[in-house]
């Protein structure tokens, strides 16, 4: 079974820098999909970003940049000139080329402060 | 642009009492997904649907049963409700069943088991 592991549970950032949040992934699947989804205080599961594995391009989103590194199973999320806005949970999920449910990791709590 | 509705958005039952939620995915969606985030949790995936059938099964307990309608909405059953159960249930709809395709998730039904 695929495991998704965000290793920091909590983070706090500075209005208007740049902070990372990590994810790794376990899986022996070859073709799969990696999502980053934002889940504000308002509960709602907003998708920030999508990275395909067949792709060595790293994924951009405005803002948001991933850093993926299939041989280390890695795919780190950067926020770049963090906003209030970004304050919120974020998750790291995995979705495979043949389940397409969503595994999700524990979730990273972003904090910006002004 | 239209986005995925749930029904009741807030729901309290006693225990051993049955619930029934609903999905309304996305016009010309077919496929919906429901999961299941117990407080302070990642969504855990239950169940979803392509066209109508069952189309993958996740920790759903044998209490739950869902369902896709012809006009592709989904209900969530869940009987013998416990205390356990208490969580913010998502449905969760893409344009088809493929990796990778965003899943658009609604507002989530917040059931409370007394």
């Known amino acids: 079974a695929q495991t998704v592991t965000q290793s920091q549970p909590e983070m706090s950032v500075q209005e208007a820098e740049t902070v990372t949040l990590s994810c790794t992934y376990d899986t022996s699947e070859n073709n799969y999909y990696l999502f980053w989804y934002k889940q504000p205080p308002s509960r709602q599961m907003i998708l920030v970003i999508r990275q395909e594995a067949y792709k060595q391009q790293n994924a951009t989103e405005n803002r948001f940049s991933v850093n993926f590194q299939k041989a280390a199973k890695s795919f780190s999320l950067k926020i770049s000139d963090s906003q209030l806005g970004d304050t919120a949970m974020y998750f790291c999920a995995y979705s495979g080329a043949g389940s397409y449910q969503l595994t999700f990791g524990k979730g990273t709590k972003l904090s910006v402060i002004p | 642009a239209a986005g995925v509705i749930q029904s009741p958005r807030h729901l309290i039952k006693e225990k051993r009492e049955t619930a029934t939620l609903k999905c309304y995915p996305i016009p010309r969606h077919d496929t919906v997904y429901w999961y299941q985030q117990g407080p302070g949790q990642d969504p855990q995936f239950l169940i979803s649907?392509?066209?109508?059938?069952q189309s993958d099964k996740g920790s759903i307990p044998d209490r739950f049963s869902a369902q896709q309608f012809s006009d592709y909405h989904s209900e969530l059953n869940m009987s013998s409700l416990e205390l356990g159960d208490s969580a913010l249930y998502f449905c969760?709809?893409?344009?088809?069943w493929g990796g990778g395709d965003e899943q658009f998730f609604g507002p989530g039904t917040r059931l409370t088991v007394l």
């Open positions: 649907f392509y066209e109508k059938m």
């Open positions: 969760a709809s893409s344009l088809t």
